[in-house]
């Protein structure tokens, strides 16, 4: 094991609780958990803990907090380094990458100059619309719509 942890813990292997070193023996009497399994621990230090709650991987001088915090590892590894991301630069359907290029170097007064002609055109052709679908309803009549009488919101339905 790369950690330098012994092949063979008891200790471990039964309870969370446990220092950092192999036992072979338990200095308490087993205590039972709520399923039946019976519980030995190394010292009285980690029955108390175990049973104030304790998380064993927030406990410095436990084997799963070293474990947690890469302590001790005897094959240390570099960091890893991160590749630096190249960006491209691609077209899309209708443009093409001289065409992109082309936008991004015009200067801003250029491009505030397309788009208020743009908002120009866009304004007259509304204003058109407007226009033939007011002459299309001229040629209907007076009795081209028809309203619901009106009903208090006050009264009940």
Known sequence: MSRGLPSIDPCRSLTPFCPPFTLFFFHSP???????????????????????????????????????????????????????????????????????????????????????EEKKAAKEKKAAEKKAAKKANKGKGAGGAVFAAKIPKNVKR
């Open 30 to 116: 087993p205590s039972l958990c709520r399923d039946g399994k019976p519980l030995w621990f190394g010292s009285s230090k980690a029955a108390s803990l175990t049973f104030q709650g304790k998380k064993p991987s927030k406990l410095v001088w436990t084997q799963s907090w070293r474990i947690r915090h890469k302590k001790g590892l005897t094959d240390i590894v570099g960091k890893k380094r991160a590749r630096k991301v190249t960006k491209i630069q691609r077209s899309f359907v209708g443009v093409d990458i001289s065409e992109l290029r082309k936008r991004q170097n015009q200067s801003s007064a250029v491009r505030a100059k397309a788009q208020a």
